[in-house]
């Protein structure tokens, strides 16, 4: 097992990463917002299902693989980026729509989390690079993930959580405003297509 001070010193980092902005937050706060609690802690636990498949593949060893290879990085990343844009185009195209019909499935919901996250460059980086830093290659690794793995899932579930909750708060006012129902799915779709291009252009900068 981890060290208490290993513990806190990656609690204090998972807990930077996930109260920052970024493709998973941008998701959740904007579904909660748009149609409420239900969709919020929809797209929550597609992205928490997402950590859990990273945290699988690091104790698997995918993480060191990842690591070893800019080519297989590349690709995630424009994944990631082209995901995010196709994201952008299409909650564009339905911000117009009546609200009945912007409203998605929960299951639907909860699979865009899952895609986003996984293709999330962000999560990559913290899982490839940022987690083997808190192990001990003299103890068994996989056991170590998984404690530090529910570390980060108990944070990140607080964070999203909360996020979710702040956002569908207020989302009544979205919810009777067709107004502010176009202005914020507009302001989603911008936002999803510039973390995609961001993503990209990181990607260019790199090679």
């Not at 097992?1 to 807990?15: K, R, W």
């Not at 698997?60 to 070893?68: D, E, F, M, V, Y």
């Not at 911000?95 to 299951?107: D, I, K, N, T, V």
Request: hydrophobic share 55%.
């Amino acid at each position: 097992m981890p060290s208490l001070t290993t513990f806190l010193l990656f609690a204090l980092a998972t807990f930077l990463l996930t109260v920052s902005p970024g493709p998973g937050v941008l998701y959740v706060t904007a579904r909660s917002l748009t149609q409420g609690r239900s969709a919020g802690f929809a797209s929550m636990f597609g992205i928490e299902a997402g950590e859990v498949i990273w945290l699988a593949a690091a104790a698997a060893g995918l993480a060191a693989l990842l690591s070893s290879s800019a080519a297989a990085l590349d690709l995630l990343r424009w994944c990631g980026a082209a995901y995010l844009v196709y994201l952008g185009v299409q909650r564009w195209r339905h911000a117009e729509a009546p609200p009945a019909q912007q409203r998605a499935a929960l299951g639907r919901i909860f699979a865009q989390g899952l895609v986003t996250q996984l293709l999330n460059p962000k999560v990559a980086v913290f899982f490839v690079a940022f987690l083997p830093q808190f192990l001990d290659p003299a103890r068994p690794v996989p056991a170590q993930v998984a404690a530090l793995g529910a570390v980060y899932i108990a944070i990140a579930v607080a964070v999203d959580a909360s996020y979710v909750l702040a956002a569908s708060a207020i989302s009544h006012r979205f919810l009777t405003s067709r107004a502010l129902q176009r202005r914020t799915g507009r302001l989603a779709a911008a936002t999803y297509v510039a973390l995609g291009v961001a993503a990209a252009a990181t990607g260019v900068k790199r090679t």
